[in-house]
Nanobody, 119 residues
């Protein structure tokens, strides 16, 4: 289970930090990430991070958002600096979870947290 938190209303140019905690039966987690979906649009990648800390960002958020994770806590974070109105979306966390040794990794999704950026 993935539980995201930290969404809300933020002014353009401000900052917001999203958190996502994975819980339940977990043997290992490989990639974790954040995706977002605005009304009437497809879900899109925001940022991902591997277990070793390698990151990947959508061009639209590079230099403004920072993804990080705490492997000991099975948590992933998204620091959103200088958000813009176009960043308004429901943000979903994602993780590739192996529930037991030898089993395949499976994608899990959180329920989403709404971020609204006012101009």
């Amino acid at each position: 289970q993935l539980q995201a938190s930290g969404g809300g209303l933020v002014q353009a140019g401000g900052s917001l930090r999203l958190s996502c905690l994975a819980s339940g039966r977990i043997f290992s987690i490989n990639s974790m990430g954040w995706y977002r979906q605005a009304p009437g649009k497809q879900r899109e990648l925001v940022a991902t991070i591997t277990r070793g800390g390698s990151t990947n960002y959508a061009d639209s958020v590079k230099g403004r958002f920072t993804i990080s994770r705490d492997n000991a806590k099975n948590a992933v974070f998204l620091q959103m600096n200088s958000p813009k109105p176009e960043d308004t979306s429901v943000y979903y966390c994602n993780a590739g979870v192996q529930v037991a040794f030898g089993l395949s990794y499976r994608d899990y999704w959180g329920e989403g947290t709404l971020v609204t950026v006012s101009s």
